[in-house]
């Protein structure tokens, strides 16, 4: 089944505490990215990558790094949350020329 | 920078009627594409429906349809014969050609839309 996945789906830390999201995808995509939902803002991208080793910054990266060592693997990386880095994330994969993006199925993040 | 507004905040329609949620978007591209995701209750987002800019024909996939007016810059989803599985949180989406480069999705902020049984 073509999908994406991410780890953990829910996951409370605490501030300053080294956090890693994982993103896995099965569909061969070239593009992937990460996205934050926050109430009334919609989704924000964060990070995206357009193939293996090629990543750059979205929107909202301060605080995120990524890395893309495998073209299926893109993981989200916290290194010191803080709270305001609570919400709800999803990562994305794509073909490119303007092919939807499939969406992870979010993970819930509580930073106290 | 492109902007995508969603105007209506929440909309309600009785079961089996026709909604029309409204999108508007600001752009200086010519080439690019708009979707319409549906994110449940469960969180997923869910892929409607997808337009390319330049064609003119609507989108159409089984009970939803665009109204697409590229000059208007409009992209309003249409929803006939409403059911209680399409209550969600809609969200338009734009997306760049791919001669820009990052070709992130652009999201406006949502309409729920409530189904009324």
């Known amino acids: ?112 | 920078a492109q902007t995508v507004t969603q105007s209506q905040p929440e909309m309600s329609v009785q079961e089996a009627e026709t909604v029309t949620l409204s999108c508007t978007y600001d752009t200086s591209e010519s080439d690019y594409y708009l979707f319409w995701y549906k994110q449940p209750p469960s969180r997923q987002m869910i892929l409607v429906i997808r337009q390319e800019a330049y064609k003119q024909q609507n989108a159409t996939e089984n009970r939803f349809s665009v109204n697409f007016q590229k000059a208007a810059k409009s992209f309003s989803l249409k929803i006939s014969d409403s059911q209680l599985g399409d209550a969600a949180m809609y969200f338009c989406a734009y997306r760049r050609g791919p001669n820009f480069g990052n070709e992130k999705l652009t999201f406006g902020t949502g309409t729920r839309l409530t189904i009324i049984p």
């Not at chain 1, 995509?29 to 109430?39: G, I, K, L, V």
């Not at chain 1, 357009?50 to 990266?61: H, I, R, S, Y």
């Open chain 1, 1 to 112: 089944e073509a999908q994406v996945t991410q780890n953990p789906r829910y996951l409370i830390t605490v501030t300053g505490k080294k956090l890693t999201v994982t993103c896995s995808q099965n569909m061969n995509h070239e593009y992937m990215s990460w996205y934050r939902q926050d109430p009334g803002l919609g989704l924000r991208q964060i990070y995206y990558s357009m193939n293996v080793e090629v990543t750059d910054k979205g929107d909202v990266p301060e605080g995120y790094k990524v890395s893309r060592k495998e073209k299926r693997n893109f993981p989200l990386i916290l290194e010191s949350p803080s709270p305001n880095q609570t919400s709800l994330y999803f990562c994305a994969s794509s073909l490119l020329a303007g092919a939807p993006e499939f969406f992870g199925p979010g993970t819930r993040l509580t930073v106290l």
